[in-house]
């Protein structure tokens, strides 16, 4: 047993007490108390819940960071005419993250980015309005990229990146035994030619390719300053498929399939509402593929992107989506899983970096299943952003479709490290872009940073399988 085989006890509901001073944000008193509990003679059930509230707890507050005085000042070096008012009504509207720390409210440390991603009603009001020129350049190559695999069937771009772990010299823990875990691209689906350039240190496991969460592993005596890389090389081939509902049909579901229809606690699971919400998203509707779009339509027209805290600290992803109708990129793809799941459609987690000429980030999707096309892409993030855009045709693609610009380094949801790590993960649903131990506890994702650089990419012209094929760089 490990800690991962501990995480579907979160669906163990907290004592009211304790969610009273959670939710009020009493963290030291939530924490004292629970230690109170776990001292008695306590169902087995209820003591393992209890125990991730601990680590939960630790975590909760430290993204929340802005006082409203803080939030207002910063709302007002951005944009024309912000006031009180305006946050106070973008707080009731859910586009703003807080809690409360001590009975204050608290906004979120990304609560003024969040704004500038999703609302673009503020942008004329913007007093430096190259902050979003970049959002603007990557809906446009997106929307060319959309064109041109639709012209030509397919797209293809070999990619070298370069990722870091770096720990905060505050951690003041020079000297001391150190586990990184880096991640790197699974080898399969849309990656081809992969090849691992170097790393800082000699490795002391390299996880198979079609490892489901695959990473580097290094160890050693940490030392001042120390950064942690790897480097590598893959090409991402992407064909365009032109899907036709009349043609799709139920197909035997046995092996890998039909483990792509189960629950996974904590977070896949179908709850009454979730239950609820698929019928009344797909109907009467029994052809797969059209389930699977009315799964797509209803979570793209209906959920607002946003940012949202660590998922190590939300205990129900989907749900957390479905009840207030907002998230990111992995709840998306979570929410879609659970409700094709529910509605008897295998499907399946991808996450890892989006990768393009202009820009690098962590991003995640999924994969759903549907005879005689096999497994297909959905990205409701971009699919939702592209809809709320009025991009039509974006917005018909990313159901079906995805764009040759991601870097898959997890192809399962909630899967352990190799090897294991031995304290708890900072996230143990995901991996895009590392995590570090120490001997005695796992690191905070405040006391190491994180990033990733594109060092080449470069469009492939000649489609795969050719003799002479042709590279341009972008």
């Known amino acids: 047993?490990?800690?991962?085989?501990?995480?579907?006890?979160?669906?163990?509901?907290?004592?009211?007490?304790?969610?009273?001073?959670?939710?009020?944000?009493?963290?030291?008193?939530a924490q004292k108390v629970i230690s109170m509990r776990l001292a008695k003679n306590l169902p087995e059930a209820l003591r393992k819940r209890l125990e991730l509230e601990k680590w939960i707890l630790k975590r909760l507050p430290l993204e929340y960071v802005y006082t409203k005085e803080e939030a207002l000042r910063q709302m007002g070096e951005t944009l024309e005419g912000a006031g009180e008012e305006e946050l106070e009504q973008l707080r009731d509207e859910g586009a703003v993250e807080w809690i409360y720390v001590q009975g204050q409210v608290r906004y979120k440390n990304d609560f003024l980015e969040n704004l500038l991603k999703t609302r673009q009603d503020l942008w004329p009001r913007l007093r430096d309005p190259s902050r979003v020129e970049g959002r603007i350049r990557g809906s446009r190559l997106l929307d060319e990229t959309v064109s041109a695999m639709k012209e030509r069937g397919w797209l293809a771009y070999r990619m070298r990146v370069r990722a870091f772990l770096r720990v905060e010299r505050s951690v003041g823990r020079e000297g001391a035994w150190i586990r990184v875990h880096l991640p790197i691209p699974i080898e399969q689906g849309q990656v081809k030619n992969f090849k691992l350039l170097g790393t800082s240190l000699e490795p002391v496991c390299v996880s198979p390719g079609d490892y489901p969460q695959r990473t580097v592993c290094m160890e050693t005596t940490l030392e001042p300053g120390q950064e942690f890389w790897v480097e590598y090389e893959m090409e991402?081939?992407?064909?365009?498929?032109?899907?036709?509902?009349?043609?799709?049909?139920?197909?035997?579901?046995?092996?890998?399939?039909?483990?792509?229809?189960?629950?996974?606690?904590?977070?896949?699971?179908?709850?009454p509402y979730l239950r609820e919400l698929t019928r009344q998203a797909v109907g009467q509707e029994r052809n797969p593929l059209r389930k699977a779009r009315k799964i797509y339509d209803y979570i793209t027209t209906h959920v607002a992107y946003s940012f949202v805290r660590q998922y190590s600290t939300i205990v129900n992803l989907p749900e957390y989506?479905?009840?207030?109708?907002?998230?990111?990129?992995?709840?998306?793809?979570?929410?879609?899983?659970?409700?094709?799941?529910?509605?008897?459609?295998?499907?399946?987690?991808?996450?890892?970096?989006?990768?393009?000429?202009?820009?690098?980030?962590?991003?995640?999707?999924?994969?759903?299943?549907?005879?005689?096309?096999?497994?297909?892409?959905?990205?409701?993030?971009?699919?939702?952003?592209?809809?709320?855009?009025?991009?039509?045709?974006?917005?018909?693609?990313?159901?079906?479709?995805?764009?040759?610009?991601?870097?898959?380094?997890?192809?399962?949801?909630?899967?352990?490290?190799?090897?294991?790590?031995?304290?708890?993960?900072?996230?143990?649903?995901?991996?895009?872009?590392g995590e570090a131990e120490f001997e005695d506890r796992g690191l905070m994702s405040g006391e190491y940073q994180t990033r990733q650089q594109v060092m080449e990419m470069e469009e492939i012209l000649v489609k795969p399988n050719s003799r002479n094929q042709k590279y341009i760089k972008t």
């Open 321 to 433: 989506m479905a009840s207030g109708l907002k998230g990111d990129c992995g709840i998306y793809a979570l929410l879609f899983i659970t409700m094709c799941r529910a509605a008897g459609i295998p499907a399946r987690w991808q996450s890892g970096l989006y990768a393009t000429p202009l820009e690098i980030g962590c991003h995640d999707w999924a994969q759903f299943y549907a005879e005689p096309y096999g497994w297909l892409y959905a990205d409701c993030s971009f699919g939702g952003a592209a809809y709320r855009a009025g991009a039509m045709e974006r917005w018909d693609f990313y159901f079906g479709n995805l764009d040759p610009f991601r870097i898959p380094c997890c192809g399962q949801f909630q899967h352990e490290f190799m090897p294991p790590k031995s304290f708890m993960r900072e996230d143990p649903y995901d991996n895009q872009v």
């Open 1 to 29: 047993m490990t800690y991962m085989d501990d995480l579907p006890y979160l669906t163990v509901s907290l004592p009211e007490d304790i969610e009273k001073l959670k939710w009020y944000g009493d963290f030291e008193r």
């Open 236 to 271: 991402n081939h992407v064909t365009y498929v032109g899907l036709e509902e009349e043609k799709a049909f139920e197909g035997e579901v046995s092996g890998e399939l039909a483990a792509c229809l189960e629950e996974q606690f904590p977070h896949i699971r179908f709850t």
